[in-house]
């Protein structure tokens, strides 16, 4: 099992410019590469502080220039965003600007508050139309001359100018929860990234299986890979509360989510307070003693214990998801822990 890092340019409040957050996570990128980390992975979100990225792609080229071996991930494009000939045009180009380097990875979009700015309204349930219809018109602009006449979109011959480095195609990967997503993307050869969110090891492995009846559907398909994005924090064996910490925060950062997503708030500047706790009662997958179980918190011993059920259950890939509204000092802190701690016991 390998393992990637996941992030974005964080921002809580005013105190900390956009100019420092991307250079936040430029160490951060930094740091994961020279610990052997095979990917970096950058989400696509609009107009929300929390989860600053309006496109991955420049970010993820500047990082090209600043790094050498490490894998450059869009995880994910968001489909309805996008016209199938910018969105292979642009990600080719990451392929270019990086030597061979780019991850591409899409998804049908969660947000409504972001679908009603970017697409007039459209429902958020409906970004699977697109991404189904994206996925393999992306795919032929790669491979040279092509036209489509789809449900969504029309366009006369066309080609991705450039085209990607990586032939046939740099790696493709959708973004599942549901069986029809997984289906869909193994189908069509892609990999599948998962996440769990806020709950614990039976997701994991309900969402292992759901990929794996998928395989088990199409074996005229070569085996795509899986990746679990989860939050994860690493702290020192010496502060036995150390978790209490990080797990306060991520769940700040999910009461933030939920804010975002219950889409019934004006923010103020891209900022939104976070759902009260109040909300939450009666919820125990809230509390930072369960959070502190189900997202990847503990001692260095403790997260490499529960990484080798990940690694039994055939994972390929572990992305370690370093949003959780932490100081950036804490953030590296516990990368570095994890680098020095936890990776070696995966070699």
């Known amino acids: 099992m390998r393992f990637s890092l ?115 309204g459209l429902s958020a349930s409906d970004g699977g139309r697109y991404l189904r219809e994206l996925v393999p018109a992306v795919r032929a602009l790669w491979q040279g001359d092509y036209a489509h006449d789809g449900e969504i979109w029309r366009f006369p011959t066309s080609t991705s100018v450039p085209k990607p480095v990586q032939r046939p195609a740099p790696p493709v990967w959708i973004a599942a929860r549901d069986p029809a997503s997984h289906d869909f993307a193994v189908a069509n050869g892609c990999n599948v990234m998962v996440t769990p969110l806020m709950k614990g090891i039976e997701e994991v492995e309900n969402l292992v299986e759901k990929f794996e009846t998928a395989v088990g559907d199409h074996p005229e398909v070569p085996r795509p890979e899986l990746m679990v994005l989860r939050h994860t924090h690493v702290h020192s064996p010496q502060d036995p509360d150390g978790w209490r910490p990080a797990a306060e925060a991520v769940q700040r950062y999910y009461r933030t989510f939920d804010a975002w997503f219950g889409n019934d708030r004006t923010p103020e500047n891209g900022f939104l307070e976070p759902s009260p706790e109040s909300k939450f009662e009666g919820r125990p997958e809230f509390e930072p003693e369960s959070l502190h179980k189900t997202a990847m918190i503990g001692t260095p011993d403790e997260l490499v214990e529960r990484l080798r059920r990940y690694e039994e259950l055939g994972i390929d890939e572990y992305s370690f998801w370093i949003d959780n509204g932490l100081p950036h000092e804490e953030k590296r802190r516990s990368l570095e822990l994890f680098i020095k701690e936890v990776v070696p016991a995966f070699r």
């Open 6 to 120: 996941f992030a974005h340019m964080e921002r809580w409040d005013e105190s900390v410019s956009p100019s420092q957050q991307f250079e936040d996570l430029t160490e951060l990128v930094r740091i994961a590469e020279a610990g052997g980390f095979g990917t970096v992975w950058i989400g696509e979100h609009h107009s929300m502080e929390f989860v600053g990225s309006p496109s991955p792609i420049p970010q993820l080229a500047y990082l090209a220039a600043r790094t050498s071996t490490i894998r450059l991930g869009a995880g994910t494009i968001v489909a309805p965003f996008w016209h199938p000939v910018r969105a292979a045009g642009e990600a080719a180009l990451l392929d270019v600007i990086s030597g061979g380097r780019a991850e591409i990875g899409l998804a049908r979009g969660a947000h409504q508050f972001e679908f009603d700015r970017l697409t007039d």
